[in-house]
């Protein structure tokens, strides 16, 4: 291995790719070797190509025992760096497992429930249809469940661009993982991969290409695809704003679209504008009629979790960072006293207040929104309070009874 004559860490030397010595270890004997003679202040450098750590090398490459070796003495982290993809190691770890062992519920990280493999399900609605958000054709109220039978059975396209095209094949490999639904529209992830909205589609908020939907001219009854989803970028969890929308897909990456005011899309639309702030401004009463990527902070994070509300947004990523970004004037992007005091936030900002707790999911109302940690807690935000706060739950009379009970006995009651 080449050595710096100028560095006591001369193993550590990187060729002009980023990558190290460390990198390339495959044996525990190497990589202990490596560690005591300086390489341990490189243990989380970067790789140009990927973005990989020599722990990212090694899990990747099955090399278990290097992965040890820098985890005990190297002072490596599981959880971070996250690669170009938005990977952190034990992402890489948990795939190559997925390959080689069948997939349960067990492997199921409580930040990424949202994206393992579920069963399709049929999706029912029922209620008021004056806002042609139903999905079944009615326009009237709907006093009981009926089956949305597009979703049931939906295929991709003929062309996977056709964003028209509604044609479906009979076969079992159909049915929505997940599906939300708000005041004016509907949004369903299929199982192929696609995404299918149907409501009023003024504003945008569809994603649909028809300006006639997009002005508000036209409905859409029954579910329709959206472009630019399917087999090559799969929608694995979606969320339905009053006016807005927000997916996420199988690689991580976040889309929204519809109403931009607020910032409640994550992005401004004047790309090429000098002052963010006044981008925003001028984009108060503008749209985004189609999907697009939410970059920013989330540029090589991994999304798992999105929650869209009236004017604002929520979304969780792999390493159980919360970021929120649109409306903040009651508080409910939860950025409490961290010197974050605009009324609008147009472009994702991490919860510093959850860290260093990871977050597994969110939920966001009109004003105020609620979390869950993987220590299962629950913290709320918003209604004039930005602190997130831990919701504190009573406790239950049997807790009692069963702590009374074992005190007074040896057998445990369950």
């Known amino acids: 291995m080449p050595r710096s004559p100028s560095s006591s860490s001369g193993d550590a030397r990187a060729n002009r790719w980023g990558v190290t010595p460390l990198h390339l270890a495959s044996s525990p004997r190497r990589a202990a070797r490596l560690l005591a003679r300086g390489a341990s202040s490189i243990v989380a450098d970067v790789d140009a190509e990927s973005g990989w750590t020599p722990l ?21 982290s599981l959880h971070s760096p996250a690669d170009h993809r938005g990977r952190t190691p034990l992402d890489l770890l948990t795939a190559r497992c997925k390959r080689l062992l069948p997939w349960t519920s067990a492997w199921t990280s409580p930040w990424t429930s949202q994206q393992r493999e579920a069963t399709p399900c049929d999706v029912y609605s029922w209620g008021s249809g004056v806002n042609f958000q139903l999905g079944t054709g009615a326009v009237d ?7 949305l039978d597009v979703l049931a059975v939906a295929s991709p396209a003929p062309d996977d661009d056709d964003e028209m095209s509604d044609a479906i094949i009979h076969h079992s490999g159909g049915g929505v993982l997940a ?3 708000s005041k004016f529209h509907g949004l369903a992830a299929c199982a192929d991969g696609t995404l299918r909205a149907w409501g009023h589609g003024r504003g945008g908020r569809l994603g649909l290409r028809d300006a006639k939907i997009h002005d508000g001219d036209e409905a859409v009854l029954l579910p329709r695809r959206v472009r630019g989803f399917g087999v090559r970028r799969r929608v694995v969890t979606v969320a339905a704003g ?7 897909t199988d690689d991580g990456e976040c889309y929204a679209w519809g109403l931009a005011a607020d910032g409640r899309l994550g992005y401004v639309l004047e790309d090429d ?6 981008a925003a401004a001028a984009a108060e009463t503008g749209s985004q009629p189609t999907p697009r990527r939410v970059r920013g902070a989330l540029e090589r994070r991994r999304v798992v979790a999105v929650a869209a509300s009236n004017r604002y947004s929520v979304v969780v990523t792999s390493d159980g960072e919360a970021f929120s970004f649109g409306c ?3 508080g409910q992007l939860g950025h409490g006293q961290t010197g974050i005091q605009s009324a609008h936030i147009a472009t994702p900002r991490a919860i510093e207040q959850l860290k260093p707790r990871r977050v597994a999911s969110v939920s966001a109302a009109k004003h105020h929104a609620v979390a869950t940690t993987a220590d299962g ?3 709320q935000w918003g209604r004039g309070d930005s602190s997130a706060t831990r919701v ?4 239950r009379a049997d807790d009692d009874s069963s702590s009374s009970s074992s005190s007074s006995s040896s057998t445990t009651v369950r």
């Open 56 to 76: 990212h090398r090694a899990l990747h490459r099955g090399h278990l025992r290097v992965a040890a070796v820098l985890l005990e003495r190297g002072g490596a």
């Open 141 to 147: 109220d709907a006093p009981a469940p009926r089956r």
């Open 179 to 181: 599906v939300s639904c």
């Open 242 to 248: 009053k006016h807005h929308s927000l997916v996420a």
């Open 273 to 278: 504008a000098a002052d963010v702030a006044a």
């Open 328 to 330: 903040n004037a009651r």
């Open 377 to 379: 807690a629950a913290w």
């Open 392 to 395: 504190r739950f009573p406790a």
